[in-house]
């Protein structure tokens, strides 16, 4: 089933998904055409169970995020953010598992400051600024680092696949 997602192990959608993004200009921005990237990166994020998804994901060379984390009472709050950058970092690190939409059944543990100041725009160029710790700082720093071309996998030592288990029916 294609859902859009670009996979790192095509080599032309690798490319695109190593490559830096540039900030973007959002005077020269189509405002309509980002709300309907927008509002396409949140049905594809939805529809593969995923948290985090950057637009280089789908193949849109743009410097935007998309991210949908419970908070800490379970209320699911939505995330777009235009030229997002990590400001601030903790000392304070977690190492934890993750994975990627880009990379399917693959794990392994990335070490992840445990809060960041994260800086960027939303649609209408409204500057935002916003405090994230626990799970929405790592979608955060996740999803920044494959605007700059970096996948989990660069930044973990124990990768590994995991297979989805098919019965055999006879």
Known sequence: MDNGIFLIDDEKKKKVLRTKLPLLDLTRENKKELRELIKKMRLIMKKTNGIGLSANQIGVQKRIFVAQVPDDQ??????????????????EKLALEEGCLSIPETYGTVL?????????????????????WGLLARVFQHEVDHLNGMVFIDQCKDVRKVQKNIENKE
């Open 74 to 91: 379970g209320h699911i709050k939505f995330y777009a953010v235009i030229n997002p950058e990590i400001t601030k970092t903790s000392k």
């Open 112 to 132: 992840r400051a445990e809060k960041i100041v994260l800086e960027g725009y939303d649609l209408n160029s409204k500057k935002l600024k916003i405090k994230a």
